[in-house]
């Protein structure tokens, strides 16, 4: 386990003071590549062997958000590898330990020059893997469209377009994966209290594209996709109450 200490800075927080979807998502980048750091597998590193991580899959709860001017802990562990892929929790804590945010992830080790995923290195699974992880039921991985937002997606409807500028580029050279979570973001009520996030990246979208998103309303949340012409960068599903969502613990 990598964990680092901070203090919610002003910068950070939303508009009520609060950590912001962007700081929390921002974090746990931070982290993880701390921990990468600490096993000597720095960016210099990484670029020499032409790796980078592509995460396909976040599960995020949101118990609870900090506020400005409050410490808190960062902690991340991977628990399990499997070939190419790489599974990693997260947490957001306090001081004395109430977890703001809990996270489970999954990544695919990837050439960035061949842009085809290669096996964990042994010596990275070893120094990386933690046995054990975030005792939570999640959703399922996969997250099919509701009726709804595949009628959208057919008929080209979508509630803004955006194209991918040099802000949205990452280390990997496409967009970041928090982007694609917070262009869905973008799509919500402003009383809408996220508590619930599940996304699944499809595609990476890089400097120039241009990026429909549509959102539909679901049972106690919203569903967005994120796609071009017939290319599907993302699906992102967010919830608001953690009560109502049935298959969580």
Known sequence: MYQFTSRVRYSEV?????????????????????DSIYIDYDLDRLNREDLGWYITEWQIRINNRPKVGEDVVIK????????????????IESPNG????????MWILMNLKTLKPV????????????????KRKWLPRKIPKCDELEKKQETGECDYTFTVRQMHIDTNHHMNNSRYIEA??????????????????????????????????IDNGMQGVLYNDDTVFAIVEMYEDLDKIEGIE
């Open 14 to 34: 939303n508009e009520e003071g609060f950590l912001s979807l962007s700081a929390i998502m921002r974090y746990m980048a931070d982290c993880a590549m701390f």
């Open 76 to 91: 991340t562990w991977a628990y399990r590898f499997r070939g190419m892929i790489g599974y990693r929790n997260f947490t």
């Open 98 to 105: 109430e977890r703001y945010v809990e996270a489970d992830s």
């Open 119 to 134: 096996n964990v290195p042994e010596d990275m699974a070893e120094g990386f893997t933690t046995p054990s992880e975030v």
């Open 184 to 217: 869905v973001a973008e799509c919500l009520d402003d009383d809408f209290d996220i508590s619930y996030i599940r996304a699944s990246y499809k595609q990476v979208a890089y400097k120039g594209d241009v990026v429909k998103v549509t959102t539909a309303d």
